[in-house]
């Protein structure tokens, strides 16, 4: 019996590859339940696709009958390309090749979701195509020129004036990744503000923060409430950047989301209907 169990699961969770517009390859899980609605999970600032947020949304959504996709970003995890500093409109372009990729294979994205850096680009990918209504924002930083001293030592703009770019290395003194000129500018380029103004009134977006965060400070989630039209906030006391102790009451938070922008969805859907039999008996 287990070993059935284990064949069955197998067949329902398989890796896919989907090549974005600068013919890198990024690797991602899908989750497959049958269903035709499909939701698009998003890692955030040198992550993957593996870690514990992701993973536990997409067997949330999974119990729920909703197909789910994991996927890497070029420069990250299991994907190709060259991993870089900055870089949110770029992965912007990475989630819209995930889109249409399984909008072709007649699947319908119901909603994306993004943590931490992930939560920016799919704000970012929402403010520029508005063809999905429904976008979750866990923990995004709304000030991206803040929150670069942590990595970069205080001192990061007189090195990078002088060198022409800095190295980052982890605590054990290993290399981890270079900020060039051109890469730290693309992200004090990125505007989020200007980004949560362009979202259309019709896209629904839940922001989802812990109170205690260390990494993105909880007022950010505060600054996405202001600027984005149709808005809902949702602090979850006590929870870090990862939602260590948290990870049952985000994923609760974010299904109920989902259920909530579905019924809206079938309610406007049924409003439009009503007003097209009307006019017809005009």
């Not at 992965?91 to 943590?115: K, M, T």
């Not at 205690?212 to 979850?236: Q, R, S, T, W, Y």
């Amino acid at each position: 019996m287990r070993i059935v169990i284990f064949t069955i699961l197998a067949v329902q969770q398989r890796r896919v590859v989907i090549e974005n517009n600068h013919g890198e390859k990024l690797s991602g899980i899908l989750h497959e339940t049958g269903s035709k609605q499909l939701v698009i999970v998003c890692h955030g600032f040198q992550s993957s696709k593996e870690r514990i947020p992701m993973v536990n949304l997409a067997a949330a959504l999974k119990k729920e009958g909703i197909s789910a996709f994991r996927f890497d970003f070029a420069g990250n995890g299991e994907s190709e390309g060259l991993f870089q500093y900055g870089n949110y409109r770029r992965e912007a372009e990475d989630l819209r090749a995930v889109v249409q990729y399984f909008r072709g294979e007649n699947h319908v994205i119901s909603a994306v979701i993004g943590h931490s850096k992930g939560g920016n680009v799919v704000l970012l990918y929402a403010s520029k195509y508005n063809d999905v209504h429904t976008v979750v924002n866990i923990s995004g930083r709304f000030n991206l020129e803040k929150g670069m001293e942590g990595r970069l030592g205080k001192d990061f703009l007189l090195r990078l004036q002088q060198h022409g770019y800095i190295d980052v290395f982890n605590r054990k003194g290993k290399f981890e990744y270079r900020v060039t000129e051109e890469s730290l500018k693309d992200r004090l380029t990125t505007d989020t503000r200007a980004a949560c103004l362009l979202i259309q009134q019709e896209c629904r977006v839940l922001t989802v923060h812990g109170s205690m965060d260390k990494i993105v400070p909880v007022e950010d989630a505060l600054e996405f409430a202001k600027f984005i039209p149709n808005h809902k906030l949702h602090i979850i006391k006590g929870a870090d950047h990862e939602y260590t102790s948290h990870q049952g009451e985000l994923t609760s938070v974010v299904l109920d989301f989902l259920r909530e922008s579905c019924n809206a969805e079938k309610d406007m859907l049924k409003l439009l209907l009503k007003d097209h039999s009307f006019r017809s008996r005009l």
